[in-house]
């Protein structure tokens, strides 16, 4: 499995961005995907996920992020609003073969490049 993320950029506070991972392979609606983020210096951390078993979001991005997948193009999307400065990280996606998609980092098979969002205050 091969995952591609764009979309990325700058963005002031308050705007809005919308990532895209684009998957590989035949079952990509079988797949649980997750998008995760890491700031400088920091460990990477959960952002939200989309799988059989529901949707989920970090308490920090409730209500701004939305994920969602198209899974005729095997492409997952991550829609930002309401950016913050906080939110400035390179953005993963991931692929769980569980097809859950969770809130954990070890629970994904693969991952993206990263994508760079900053958000400029």
């Known amino acids: 499995v091969q995952l591609q993320a764009f979309g990325g950029g700058l963005a002031q506070a308050g705007g809005s961005l919308r990532l895209s991972c684009a998957a590989s392979g035949r079952t990509f609606r079988n797949y649980g995907m997750g998008w995760f983020r890491q700031a400088p210096g920091k460990e990477r951390e959960f952002v939200a996920a989309i799988g059989w078993s529901g949707t989920y979001y970090a308490d920090s991005v409730k209500g701004r992020f939305t994920i969602s997948r198209d899974n005729a193009k095997s492409t997952v999307y991550l829609q930002m609003n309401s950016l913050k400065p906080e939110d400035t990280a390179v953005y993963y996606c991931?692929?769980?073969?569980?097809?859950?998609?969770?809130?954990?980092?070890?629970?994904?098979?693969?991952w993206g490049q990263g994508t760079q969002v900053t958000v400029s205050s």
């Open positions: 991931a692929a769980d073969l569980g097809g859950a998609g969770r809130v954990y980092v070890t629970s994904y098979d693969y």
